[in-house]
C-alpha cells in the first residue's frame, strides 16, 4: 500500500536553479584545482550576486567611488583655485554653524546628563552595584581574608579522581631524622692546623695564614698612612685618633653605586669622545673619577681636558684643585699662558701662596695684565698694612678706572679731610651719577662737624643738607631718579653706620618727592612704623620731624613723637618734644599731663608744678589736669593743698569723677564723714553715677553699718540697674553679713537686668564655691559656660574646676573657645608650673601678658609668685620692670590691693609685690 507522506529528500534529485551556485550565501566562488582538467567555471555576476542578495533582503553594499567624477581623482572641485573668498566663506560658515550648535548647547548638554543619570539608574555599572560589597570588604580582618574557603567545581560536572601514590625514598627519611640532631662529639681532626669546609671537601682553609696576612696587610697600610706616620731613624709612630679619623672617612660603596659610577664613566667618556672641546665634560669626568676614589684617572682626564681646552679657566682651576699646592702653582703658571685675562686664574694662584710677599708679587703681575680689574686692586691693596701704600696703590687704581665708585670711596677714606674733599670733588666729576659719591660727601661734612665745637656745629650741619640736596638736582639733571623708597634705604644704610645727620639730611631732601598732599600723612605714618620696626630710631625720627614740620597742629603726631623718645630718646629730647607739643596744641591734655608727670619722675617737683599751672591756663576746666594736681600734691604729702585743689576743682570744673575722687580722697585720709557729705552731695547733682554709691556703700561697710551700706546699694541699682560692679559689691555685703542666700538672690536678679555678663557669673560661681560646695558651683559654671561661651574669666575657672589629669584637655578647649584670651593662656601657665615645667610655663605667661587686653595685674601677679620659685633675680627684675611699663590696673586680687586705703601712694613695683604676696 501506497505511502501519502511526501518524500523530504525529492529535492536531491531536483536540478538545480539556472543560477544557483554552491556557498555562494557564505561567499564561496569557483576555484581551480590541479586535478581539474580545464579551467573551473566561472563564478556568478555582479548581477546575480545583486539578485541573489536582494531575494534575501540584504542592503547592496554603497560603493564609495560611485559619486566620483572620473577626471578628478580627490574631489569634484579638487582642481579649482582656492581663493581668499572661497576661505572667508567657509570661515563664515563654521561661524554660523558654531553659533547655532553653541545656541541649545546647555540645554542639550543637562537634557544628555539627566537621560545618562536616568540610563545608569535603570542600568547601573557593576563596579556600582557591587560598590557598597567593596565598601564593606574595608571591615574583613586579616584573620577573615586567611579563613577564605578554596573556590570548588562550579561546573556541575563530573570529574574522574586521579588518586596516585608514590613511595618516599629512604634518602628523604634519614635526611628528616637527622635534621633536629646534634653532635657532642669533637672532630678527631680539630687538633690539626687545616679544616675541610663543608662547601667544598677539597678546599682547604689555614686560618693561621690568614691571620698573618691580615696583619701584614695592616702593618702596610699603617705604613702608608700619609700625614699620620712620622719616621725616626728606623721607628715608626702613628696618630691614633688621626687613624681612626681616616678610617671613619672611608666611604663603602654598595653594588648598586658601583654600577652607577661605571654608566656614567661610559657616558663621561662618550662626551669626551664625541665633544672634545667641551670642558664642563672634562671636569665632571674628573669630578666622577674623584668621587669614586680614583684620583690617579681624574688628574689624567683633567689633564686632557687642559690640552683640549686651554682658553677654559674652568678647566685650569679644576686642575690646580686636584693636585697639591707645588703641581697646582705650576698648572696656574701654564693657565696664564693661555688665559691671561683670566682674574680668577690669578687670584687662585695668589691664593696658593702662603707668603705675603709672593702674594703681592702674584696680583701685582695680574694688574700688569689686567689693570682695568677691580677686584685684583682691592685684593692688592688688602694686603697693604701701610695706609701711604695703600694710597698710593689706590691712587693709580682711580686713574686707570676712573669709572670705579668703590675706589674713589676707598681712596678718600684713607685721605686726611681736606685731600678727602678734592676726592671726591674729582670722583664726582668722573661719575656725576653717582649718589654714593653724594652720600660720602655729606657724611664727611659730618665727620668734620664731630670734632668742632657746639657753635660751629650747626653750620656745618647745614652743609650736609645742602649737599644731599645739591645730590638730588645734580642727579636728576643727569636722568639719575632714585625713587623715594631707595633714598630711604640708603637714609636707615646711614644711620646702620653711625651717620645719623647725614640719615636725616638724606629724609628732609627726599620724604616727600612722589606723594600726593591728601596722601602725605598716611604715607609718613606707614614709613614711620617700618623704620621703627625695623630698629632705625635715627630714621623713624627724622620723618617724624619733617611730618611735624608740614603738620604742627595734628596733635596724635607729637604724642607719637613723645611715645618714641620715651622708648629710645633721653630725657632732654623728650622733654625738648613736650614743650614744643604743647606750644602748638594747648588744648591737648595728655601731652600737659606727660609732661609734668616726666618732671615729677625726674624729681623735679617744681618744674612739674610750673607745666600744671600753665596747662590750668591753657585748659581751665579740664578734669585730668585737676586731678593730676591733686595727685602731685597728694603724693608729695601737701595734703592741705590737696585738698584745697579739690575743692576749687569742684568749684571750676564740677565733674561728677573730681566729685568722686573728693570722697575717696577724704575717705583714705581717714575724715569718713566728710566723705560721707561729700557723697551726698554729689548724688544731688549726680544721681545717676554708679561709683558715687559704690564709695558710699563701702564708707558704711568699712564701719560695720551695714543697714546703711545695704540702703546705698539698693538705692544704686536702683538708680543705676545696669552697673555690674553695683551689684557684686552688695551681693558682697549680703554674704559679709552672713546671708548667702540673699546673695545668691541678688545675683540671680543681676543676671536677668545685665544677661551675658561674665562677670556676674564668676561671681555667682564663687558664692556657690563658698556657702555650698564644689558640686554646685560646678553646676553653675557649666550654665555661665552656656550663656557666656567666649569668657575668658569663665573658662579659666574651668580649668581648675577639673581634677588635675582633666586639666589639659580642658584648656585646649578653652583656647579653642576663648581665642587665646590672656587669663586662660595664665592658667595653662600655671599648670606647666605646676607640672615643673619651668621653661615651658615662663614661655606661657610672656604670650599671656603679651595677649592682655584687659589690664589684668594679677597675671603679673603669677608670672611674680612663678620667678620667685623657679627663676633668678634677673627674672624677677625682668617682670618688675615690664609690669611698671605696661602699669596694670585692672584684676580681682590687683585692685583690692591697689584700692586698700593702706597702700596708697605705692607704686606698681610695690603693689606687684603685694599682688604676689596675696595669690593664692
Known amino acids: ?174 635526611g628528616d631524622r637527622g635534621k633536629n640532631e646534634f653532635e657532642n662529639a669533637l672532630d678527631p681532626r680539630q687538633n690539626e692546623v687545616c679544616f675541610d669546609t663543608a662547601a667544598d671537601p677539597g678546599a682547604m682553609t689555614n686560618f693561621i695564614e690568614i691571620g698573618q696576612a691580615r696583619d701584614k696587610i695592616l702593618s702596610l697600610k699603617l705604613d702608608q698612612i700619609s700625614g699620620t706616620a712620622t719616621t725616626s731613624g728606623s721607628s715608626t709612630s702613628i696618630d691614633p685618633k688621626g687613624y681612626l679619623t681616616s678610617l671613619d672617612s672611608v666611604i663603602i660603596k654598595s653594588d648598586a653605586e658601583i654600577g652607577d659610577i661605571k654608566r656614567a664613566r661610559m657616558l663621561f667618556d662618550s662626551l669626551v669622545k664625541s665633544n672634545p672641546k667641551h670642558a664642563p665634560g672634562w671636569i665632571a669626568a674628573a669630578c666622577l673619577e674623584e668621587h669614586a676614589g680614583r684620583m690617579v684617572a681624574a688628574r689624567k682626564l683633567i689633564k686632557q681636558g687642559c690640552e683640549m681646552c686651554p682658553k677654559s679657566e674652568d678647566v685650569w682651576l679644576e686642575a690646580a684643585r686636584l693636585h697639591n699646592n707645588d703641581d697646582a702653582k705650576v698648572i696656574l703658571a701654564n693657565a696664564v699662558q693661555h688665559v691671561g685675562q683670566s682674574v680668577k686664574i690669578w687670584l687662585a694662584a695668589a691664593d696658593l701662596e702662603h707668603d705675603v710677599k709672593a702674594k703681592k708679587r702674584v696680583l701685582r703681575k695680574a694688574l700688569e695684565h689686567i689693570p682695568n680689574s677691580v677686584r685684583l686692586w682691592k685684593e692688592t691693596v688688602s694686603l697693604e698694612t701701610s695706609a701711604s701704600d695703600a694710597r698710593i696703590l689706590l691712587a693709580r687704581a682711580v686713574e686707570v678706572i676712573p ?322 560692679a553695683l551689684w557684686i559689691l552688695a551681693s558682697r555685703l549680703e554674704e559679709l553679713d552672713n546671708k548667702s542666700i540673699k546673695a545668691r538672690a541678688l545675683l540671680e536678679k543681676a543676671r536677668m537686668v545685665n544677661p551675658g555678663v561674665d562677670t556676674l557669673w564668676a561671681e555667682a560661681v564663687g558664692v556657690e564655691e563658698r556657702s555650698s560646695g564644689a558640686n554646685q558651683a560646678k553646676a553653675t559654671l557649666a550654665r555661665a559656660l552656656q550663656e557666656c561661651p567666649s569668657s575668658g574669666l569663665l573658662w579659666s575657672m574651668a580649668i581648675w574646676s577639673e581634677a588635675r589629669p582633666a586639666r589639659k584637655a580642658r584648656s585646649v578647649d578653652a583656647v579653642k573657645k576663648t581665642n587665646d584670651d590672656s587669663l586662660v593662656l595664665c592658667s595653662i601657665a600655671r599648670l606647666f608650673w605646676s607640672e615643673r615645667k619651668i621653661e615651658k610655663a615662663r614661655e606661657w605667661f610672656g604670650r599671656a601678658v603679651a595677649r592682655d587686653e584687659h589690664d589684668y595685674g594679677d597675671i603679673w601677679g603669677w608670672w611674680l609668685k612663678f620667678e620667685r620659685e623657679h627663676g633668678t633675680e634677673e627674672h624677677r627684675e625682668l617682670v618688675r620692670a615690664k609690669c611698671a611699663q605696661t602699669d596694670p590696673h585692672h584684676g580681682p586680687v590687683w585692685q583690692s590691693i591697689a584700692k586698700d586705703d593702706g597702700n596708697r601712694g605705692k607704686h606698681t613695683k610695690e603693689i606687684l609685690e603685694l599682688v604676689a604676696n596675696a595669690l593664692q
Open 403 to 724: 669709572l670705579s665708585v668703590e675706589l674713589w670711596l676707598a681712596l678718600a677714606r684713607l685721605e686726611p679731610v681736606e685731600r678727602a674733599k678734592a676726592v671726591l670733588n674729582k670722583a664726582r666729576k668722573a661719575v656725576p651719577t653717582s649718589h654714593e659719591i653724594w652720600i660720602a660727601a655729606a657724611r664727611l661734612w659730618e665727620q668734620v662737624a664731630s670734632g668742632q665745637p657746639e657753635a660751629e656745629k650747626l653750620s656745618q650741619y647745614v652743609l650736609v643738607d645742602k649737599t644731599i640736596a645739591s645730590a638730588v638736582g645734580a642727579l636728576r639733571q643727569h636722568q639719575v631718579l632714585l625713587t623715594r623708597e631707595q633714598w630711604l634705604k640708603e637714609a636707615e644704610k646711614c644711620e646702620s653706620e653711625g651717620a645719623v645727620r647725614t640719615c636725616e639730611a638724606i629724609v628732609k631732601a627726599t620724604v616727600a618727592m612722589d606723594i600726593e598732599e591728601e596722601d602725605q600723612l598716611d604715607t609718613w605714618e606707614s614709613d614711620i612704623d617700618g623704620a621703627e620696626a625695623r630698629g632705625r630710631v635715627g630714621t623713624a625720627r627724622a620723618i617724624l620731624a619733617y611730618a611735624l614740620k608740614v603738620y604742627p597742629n595734628v596733635k596724635h603726631l607729637w604724642i607719637r613723637a613723645a611715645e618714641l623718645e620715651k622708648a629710645h630718646g633721653t630725657r632732654e629730647s623728650l622733654d625738648n618734644i613736650l614743650s614744643r607739643a604743647v606750644q602748638h596744641c594747648p588744648q591737648t591734655e595728655v601731652l600737659w599731663l606727660m609732661g609734668a608727670k616726666e618732671k615729677w619722675l625726674a624729681g623735679d617737683v617744681p618744674a612739674a608744678r610750673e607745666v600744671l599751672e600753665r596747662a590750668f591756663i591753657a585748659n581751665p576746666e579740664s578734669e585730668q589736669i585737676w586731678l593730676a594736681a591733686v595727685k602731685l600734691e597728694a603724693e608729695n604729702g601737701e595734703v592741705d593743698v590737696a585738698k584745697q585743689l579739690l575743692i576749687r576743682a569742684r568749684d571750676v570744673a564740677g565733674t561728677q569723677r573730681i566729685w568722686m575722687k573728693s570722697a575717696v580722697f577724704e575717705r583714705q585720709h581717714g575724715d569718713f564723714d566728710a566723705a560721707l557729705q561729700t557723697v551726698s552731695a554729689a548724688l544731688k547733682k549726680y544721681p545717676k553715677y554708679a561709683k558715687l554709691y559704690m564709695v558710699q556703700g563701702q564708707i558704711h561697710a568699712s564701719q560695720k553699718r551695714y543697714a546703711a551700706a545695704r540702703q546705698a546699694y539698693a538705692a544704686g541699682l536702683k538708680a543705676v540697674p545696669k552697673e555690674p
Open 1 to 174: 500500500m501506497a505511502s501519502n507522506k511526501p518524500n523530504k529528500l525529492a529535492f536531491l534529485s531536483m536540478p538545480a536553479p539556472a543560477s544557483y551556485v554552491a556557498g555562494l550565501g557564505r561567499g564561496a566562488s569557483g576555484f581551480t584545482t590541479r586535478s581539474d582538467i580545464g579551467p573551473a567555471r566561472e563564478g556568478p555576476s555582479a548581477e546575480v550576486i545583486a539578485e541573489a542578495q536582494a531575494r534575501r533582503g540584504e542592503e547592496q553594499e554603497v560603493d564609495p567611488e560611485q559619486f566620483q567624477d572620473p577626471d578628478n581623482e580627490f574631489g569634484l572641485f579638487a582642481g579649482t583655485t582656492y581663493e581668499a573668498d572661497d576661505e572667508e566663506a567657509d570661515r563664515i560658515y563654521e561661524k554660523v554653524d558654531d553659533a547655532m550648535d553653541a545656541r541649545r548647547r546647555a540645554r542639550r548638554c543637562a537634557q544628555e546628563q539627566i537621560e545618562m543619570a536616568k540610563h545608569r539608574a535603570e542600568r547601573p555599572k557593576i563596579q556600582q552595584q557591587f560598590a557598597d560589597l567593596k565598601r564593606g570588604l574595608s571591615a574583613v580582618t586579616d584573620s577573615e581574608w586567611e579563613n577564605l574557603p578554596e573556590v570548588g567545581n562550579l561546573t556541575r560536572k563530573k570529574r574522574r579522581r586521579e588518586e596516585r601514590a608514590y613511595v618516599v625514598p629512604d634518602s628523604v627519611i634519614v
